[in-house]
Each structure stands twice: as structure tokens, then as C-alpha cells.
């Protein structure tokens, strides 16, 4: 069964480093979407993508971060210059418009640590 | 104000025993969808079931239905028959118009357990 995957599972890095993450989506599925879940608390959305574009976005996601997609497969978020703040699971979703249903199927997540 | 509402911090289910986690939500589009999701202690996020605001009837996947009630801007995930790996926090998520693109909100999540 195709699946989302996220690389890194953990990502340990000192404040103010720049950070990668990356994601593969469901590879038929068009859009694209990352969401956080800071240690206990509930999901928030961040940014979704479609048609090499930024969709919608949240007001979690400033100008420190960004998406892209540099090839046909890979998804990646990029933070700048990391915060004690940003220290939370970073989940990548998929989408397919033709699924009827339009599910988002996520990714198992990468936890980031920011020390 | 809250968009998805999950009243119920934990519950506690016998094994075997069915149980119903309770969401309302809010929203003033006519097309919507609701969502369900599990996330065990591993962190992953697992989808569950889906309602579309237009679905006459209440979704169901294996042991997992969706009570709908439209009115009352209720979507309630029914378990029946849990099992101890049924254990784990669920989330009622909503995805408001926009069609496929747009984003998922999210409750605070009802943390499960199953008893032996």
C-alpha cells in the first residue's frame, strides 16, 4: 500500500541552525501539506502545496519557513534559523483531488529537537 | 472560537466493549469533510474514516463508524468491539470548503484506553 515517508524519523539541532526536512508524498497525489504537533498539544496546519505553489498558510509559517519541491518525488520544509519554539513533530500529508474521498494521508513525522 | 471540539480529555473502554468519542464542530460552509485519526504512543498519524458534508450516510470502516448528525454538528467516532491495541489518542479533524487543498483543523484529541 503506497505510504508517505519522512526522513529524518529525529532531528537534533542548536538554535539558530538551518534545518531540512524532508518528505516523499503518495507519488499520484498533487497536493501537499505540513502540519506540527507540539508535545501534547493538538495538530496545527502550517502550509499546503499544489502546482509547485504555495497554497494557503498558516500564521505559524513565516519567513523563516519554506517549501519545495526540487524534484518529482521529494517535499521538503526548510526553517531557517531554528527557535527553541520549533521544537515539535513535523508531519508531511498527501493528498489525491481524483481520491473522491480527498484524504490526507500523513507521514510517520520527524521529531525535531532544537537545543 | 473552537472550530473542532473534543470534549472528552480520556476515556476508558472495557476490551470488547464499544465506545463512542465525541466531536462537534463549527463551521459555516456547506461543503465539508470530517475526519478521524488515530496517533499511538509512536507518534504516527493514522486516518480512520472520512464523513463528506453531503453523505446521507454515516461512513464505516471495519469496526469504525462515523455517527453523523448534521443538525447538531455532531461527528462521533463509534469503536465497537475494542481491542487493546485500539489504545492510543484520537483526533476529529475538519477540512472546511476549498475543495481537496484545503487544510485540516484539529481538535485537542481524546486520549483512549483500553482496558483488559
Known amino acids: 500500500e503506497p505510504e508517505v515517508t519522512q526522513t529524518p524519523s529525529h532531528q537534533v539541532t542548536q538554535m539558530g541552525q538551518e534545518v531540512i526536512l524532508r518528505c516523499v508524498p503518495i507519488?499520484?497525489?498533487?497536493?501537499f501539506y505540513w502540519y506540527r504537533q507540539i508535545l501534547g498539544q493538538k495538530v496545527e496546519f502550517l502550509v499546503s502545496?499544489?502546482?509547485?505553489?504555495?497554497?494557503?498558510k498558516s500564521e505559524i509559517f513565516d519567513d523563516q519557513f519554506s517549501v519545495e519541491r526540487p524534484d518529482g518525488s521529494n517535499f521538503t520544509l526548510k526553517i531557517r534559523s531554528t527557535k527553541l519554539e520549533d521544537s515539535a513533530m513535523y508531519f508531511c500529508?498527501?493528498?489525491?483531488?481524483?481520491?473522491?474521498?480527498?484524504?490526507?494521508?500523513f507521514g510517520p513525522g520527524t521529531r525535531l529537537t532544537v537545543l | 472560537a473552537q472550530k473542532i471540539t473534543q470534549t472528552q480529555p480520556g476515556m476508558f473502554v472495557q476490551e470488547k466493549e464499544a465506545v463512542t468519542l465525541d466531536c462537534t464542530y463549527d463551521t459555516s460552509d456547506q461543503s465539508y469533510g470530517l475526519f478521524w485519526y488515530k496517533q499511538p504512543s509512536s507518534g504516527e498519524m493514522i486516518f480512520l474514516i472520512y464523513?463528506?458534508?453531503?453523505?446521507?450516510q454515516n461512513a464505516t470502516e471495519g469496526r469504525y463508524s462515523l455517527n453523523f448528525q448534521k443538525a447538531r454538528k455532531s461527528a462521533n467516532l463509534v469503536i465497537s468491539a475494542s481491542q487493546l491495541g485500539d489504545s492510543a489518542m484520537y483526533f476529529c479533524a475538519m477540512r472546511e470548503g476549498k475543495g481537496s487543498q484545503g487544510n485540516l483543523i484539529f481538535g485537542k484529541g481524546t486520549k483512549l484506553s483500553v482496558k483488559p
Open positions: 464523513q463528506g458534508s453531503y453523505d446521507e
Open positions: 507519488s499520484n497525489h498533487l497536493y
Open positions: 500529508a498527501s493528498s489525491d483531488l481524483a481520491g473522491g474521498a480527498d484524504t490526507q494521508y
Open positions: 502545496f499544489y502546482n509547485n505553489e504555495i497554497s494557503e
